[in-house]
């Protein structure tokens, strides 16, 4: 699944009208006014933005877990099971990188079981 898809998936999961503006940047137009402009919504990438994604794991009540020193784990529901993300022990291993992945991870299988 590509990020927009994850993104997409996840937006719909959290009741977020995430809205793809002509520069590519999606925007959560949650509550705007129709007439508004969409530049004037704030950009929503719960895959870059620590802030983004704890406000998603918050929403859809996520438990978040890090087991062993590279592995992190979401829990969305029974249903979904753990979403787990790895880091490696490497260079560029960035658990909070990792942390957001898995929620939104977590957050796209919500999204994909609704109807």
Do not use: Y
């Amino acid at each position: 699944m590509t990020d927009r898809e994850l993104l997409e998936l996840a937006a719909k999961a959290a009741g977020i009208k995430a809205l793809r503006a002509p520069d590519g940047v999606l925007r959560d137009c949650t509550g705007d006014d129709p007439m508004m402009n969409i530049f004037a919504s704030k950009p929503w990438n719960p895959l870059t933005n620590d802030g983004d994604a704890l406000r998603l794991a918050v929403k859809l009540r996520l438990d978040i877990g890090f087991e062993k020193l590279h592995t992190v784990s979401v829990w969305s529901d029974p249903q979904d099971g753990w979403i787990i993300e790895h880091c490696d022990d490497g260079m560029g291993a960035d658990i909070s990188e990792k942390t957001r992945r898995a929620i939104v991870r977590a957050a796209a299988e919500i999204g994909r079981s609704m109807k």
